[in-house]
């Protein structure tokens, strides 16, 4: 019926995904996992509290720290959900408390003003470790006058909702590489503990359908999707062409059941921080704490000793891009627990790892000691030829 409107509401599909960050490249070289357990799933490093199969995770903290090892992709990928609702793992970081998953994005496409195919998905996060990053990610709507609404709960009961408008009458009205500003495609920011959340579809398609069939929405990584004039045309033109695999979402998670202890109380036996030299911390999203390795030290504070000395001085001879990171300049590097010192050389003074090492004389002491020495010499040779 021209000019009619059309609204769509998605459904709430029970999943959890997580985030991004990728774990320190010196920390990866020792095993991250629990003993005797796999430590990657195709080139993706699984660290605890994560982990391949229930003995090799922290179930008891929270189920869906339990991946699986999908061996029919290639190369093997882990996913994390539940059964029939599952996302594809990208990446975990330990540091960062995060994780990217790659997540199926919602669309409706039409023909004329009769729906041809449409795939819509919400998110119940409740009982996961997991909230999407409201600093990585954006609410992103694809489409010409499209109204893209994301609602639900940040925490138990406080409401929310947001959305953009995009709008254009043909494609030549649009820009390559233009910002999501509302023409063609736009952007909405996404807030903290966002727990449960749903997208709705607002679109007058009588106009569009013919140039622009499909409409997409997702929340997605900041910096991820950039616009292109072909994404709005064809059926399922971004879906074929950039979103097979999904969008990637990054998600913060946290050990959720609990939290970081006053100072001077005893730390509980269940405290997920368990290894020497790691210190708790409160999480970033939501409820929670996570774990750290104190400075100098390195590796997985989820596991018995799993903080290990960070050697900077071998760090400095591997890469010269730690030579910033522990600076030595003009002196001998020599480690330590928890650091390191750099060691002046003889006839030098200062710290080595700010200004550098610098000559104990100025240059004017320098010219002095110089003729100095330039005089003893003489003196000696004088005396030599007298004595001669």
């Not at 408008?165 to 063609?184: H, I, K, L, Q, W």
């Not at 990584?221 to 064809?234: A, H, I, K, M, P």
């Not at 006839?347 to 003893?376: M, N, W, Y």
Request: hydrophobic content about 30%.
């Amino acid at each position: 019926m021209p000019g009619a409107s059309t609204a769509l509401l998605v459904s709430i599909v029970c999943i959890s995904f997580p985030a991004v960050a990728a774990v320190a490249g010196a920390s990866s070289k020792r095993s991250m996992s629990l003993p005797g357990c796999p430590d990657k799933c195709g080139d993706v490093l699984i660290p605890y509290p994560f982990g391949i199969g229930e003995h090799c995770a922290a179930t008891s903290r929270n189920s869906y720290f339990n991946l699986s090892c999908n061996g029919t992709m290639d190369p093997p990928r882990p996913m994390v959900g539940d059964p029939g609702a599952v996302a594809e793992v990208a990446e975990i970081s330990l540091e960062h408390g995060e994780m990217r998953v790659l997540s199926p994005v919602s669309h409706i496409c039409f023909k004329s003003n009769a729906t041809f195919t449409k795939f819509t998905r919400g998110y119940e996060l409740d009982n996961t470790p997991f909230l999407p990053s409201p600093s990585r990610n954006h609410f992103t709507v694809i489409g010409c006058n499209t109204l893209g609404l994301i609602g639900g709960y940040k925490g138990a009961a406080s409401q929310y909702v947001a959305g953009c408008y995009s709008y254009c009458d043909g494609v030549n009205n649009t820009s390559d590489g233009a910002p999501c500003a509302g023409m063609g495609c736009c952007e909405a920011a996404i807030p903290a503990n966002l727990t449960t959340f749903e997208v709705k579809f607002e679109m007058n398609q009588s106009k569009v359908w013919d140039f622009n069939p499909c409409f997409y929405a997702m929340v997605a990584e900041v910096g991820w999707y950039n616009f292109r004039q072909q994404d709005l045309t064809g059926s399922l033109g971004f879906m074929n062409d950039r979103a097979q695999g999904g969008a990637p979402i990054i998600a913060d998670w946290a050990i959720r059941n609990g939290s970081c202890l006053e100072e001077g109380k005893d730390t509980p036996n269940d405290h997920a921080c368990i290894s020497a030299n790691s210190y708790c911390m409160a999480a970033n999203n939501g409820p929670g704490y996570l774990c750290q390795c104190s400075k100098g030290y390195e590796g997985n504070p989820y596991l018995l000793n799993g903080c290990q000395d960070t050697d900077e001085c071998a760090l400095r001879k591997q890469d010269t891009k730690y030579e910033d990171l522990y600076p030595c300049r003009k002196g001998d590097c020599h480690n330590t627990l928890g650091g390191y010192l750099c060691k002046c050389k003889t006839g030098k003074r200062s710290d080595g790892t700010k200004f550098g090492c610098q000559s104990l004389h100025s240059p004017a002491e320098k010219l002095v000691i110089g003729k100095h020495r330039l005089c003893k010499q003489f003196i000696s040779v004088h005396s030599f030829i007298y004595i001669m």
